[in-house]
């Protein structure tokens, strides 16, 4: 069974410039998060789709970040327009309703490198 | 709101020693706690959780990690390593209320040395 995958593995762009990183979660899940990690900081959650719909946005830093996962399958988080301060790894985790609810367990994806110049 | 702190960020060890790595977390409710490894150029990979039952926990590769709710703690121990368990631990707390947001700490890297 495939896992979480997520593309592309690294990204650079210039500041001002707009990224879309993609998430395709395991088959059957309907939760799907993102989070990211900055600058060797600790992994801090972004948001919580459950199936097409926004459970919880609110580690969203601005309004340059947009989310979406249209048809409850696979998710997309566009930057527009980058900053210095959004490089980083964003990872992608996806869980079942039930068995997520219940133990916690979240599996996630290589993650996706950004470095913005 | 919870926060974890893990109090190391890197732990060189020799091959065969023994190791912990140390987690301390702060929740006004009650908390699962989990840790998870990411090896070199993989994704995170569940090591272990407490949810509940047992305060002492095993996970895979010979990982374990106690639950001390007095002190706060959930310190990852393993009484031998081996240099494939060079990697970056991070341990995560999700109340117990909540959905299933994870709050993760700043993750410590072992460098496990021949």
């Known amino acids: 069974e495939a896992g979480v995958t997520q593309f592309p593995s690294h990204s650079v762009i210039e500041k001002g410039q707009t990224v879309t990183l993609r998430c395709d979660p395991i088959?059957?899940?309907?939760?799907l998060y993102w989070y990211r990690r900055v600058m060797g900081k600790e992994i801090k959650f972004l948001l919580h789709f459950v199936k097409e719909s926004k459970q919880d946005e609110s580690g969203m830093p601005n309004n340059r970040f947009l989310a979406e996962r249209t048809g409850g399958t696979y998710s997309t988080l566009k930057v527009q327009p980058a900053e210095l301060e959004d490089s980083g790894v964003y990872f992608c985790?996806?869980?079942?309703?039930?068995?997520?609810?219940?133990?916690?367990?979240?599996?996630f994806g290589e993650g996706s490198r950004l470095t913005v110049l | 709101a919870q926060s974890v702190t893990q109090l190391d960020s890197q732990v060189p060890v020799f091959e065969e020693a023994p190791v912990e790595l140390r987690c301390n977390y702060s929740?006004?409710?009650?908390?699962?706690l989990f840790w998870y490894v990411q090896y070199p150029n993989q994704g995170l990979q569940l090591l272990l959780k407490y949810l509940s039952g047992s305060t002492l926990v095993k996970g895979i590769n010979g990982f374990e990690a106690e639950f001390n709710k007095s002190q706060t703690s959930f310190h990852l121990r393993k009484p031998s390593v081996h240099i494939c368990?060079?990697?970056?631990?991070?341990?995560?707390?999700?109340?117990?209320?909540?959905?299933?947001?994870?709050?993760f700490g700043g993750g410590t890297r072992l460098m496990v040395k021949p």
């Open positions: 368990d060079t990697a970056e631990y991070f341990c995560a707390v999700r109340r117990g209320n909540a959905g299933n947001m994870l709050t």
């Open positions: 929740s006004s409710v009650s908390v699962y």
């Open positions: 088959s059957g899940h309907d939760n």
């Open positions: 985790a996806s869980s079942q309703i039930r068995q997520g609810a219940r133990t916690g367990e979240l599996f």
